[in-house]
């Protein structure tokens, strides 16, 4: 039985250390972004606050290869690496990106308008139900209502007033436009 609580225990701790191989960098917005992923070639190294490893800046992912200076002596020269325009570096993955958060954006508009268009007809519903009631109020007949007993009752001028002034606010919460 220990050596399963033993054999467990370790399990749990290898897996916690995949979480560990983050990146942490601060974007051209002054940002803090945290990925899996090393942060693109446009982010410069003293952005970079985190790595996998806990180097910072010593990554070949993190920062472009530099052209070797040939005033250094033995140093060979190489050609330089083109750069390719932020703009086009990885845009198809930040196009695909882009759009699925203006579908969700879309999406959660047209929530948030279906949402709004059922308050206005329940709110509507109700103001003309309470304008009913404050005509049938107003007209001076009798009107009954159950009470706890399932009795019919004539309300009294005390209730009456009551439900008048509660209609009154019903109109006036629903009603205004």
Do not use: Y
């Amino acid at each position: 039985m220990k050596m399963h609580k033993f054999l467990l225990l370790a399990l749990a701790c290898t897996w916690s250390l995949g979480a560990s191989a983050q990146w942490q960098w601060i974007d051209k917005d002054g940002r803090k972004v945290f990925s899996d992923r090393a942060p693109p070639l446009d982010i410069p190294e003293k952005s970079i606050l985190k790595q996998p490893g806990g180097n910072l800046g010593t990554s070949a992912a993190a920062k472009p290869v530099q052209p070797a200076d040939s005033s250094e002596p033995g140093a060979a020269a190489t050609p330089p690496t083109p750069k390719l325009p932020a703009s086009t570096a990885g845009s198809g993955k930040d196009k695909e990106l882009e759009e699925k958060k203006a579908q969700a954006e879309a999406a959660e508009a047209a929530k948030k308008k279906a949402e709004d268009e059922k308050i206005a007809k329940a709110k509507a519903d109700n103001c003309t139900r309470a304008r009913q009631a404050k005509a049938t109020f107003e007209s001076g007949r009798l009107i009954t209502h159950s009470n706890a007993k399932g009795e019919r009752v004539f309300l009294d001028d005390a209730t009456r007033a009551a439900e008048s002034k509660r209609i009154d606010g019903i109109i006036a919460t629903d009603c205004a436009r």
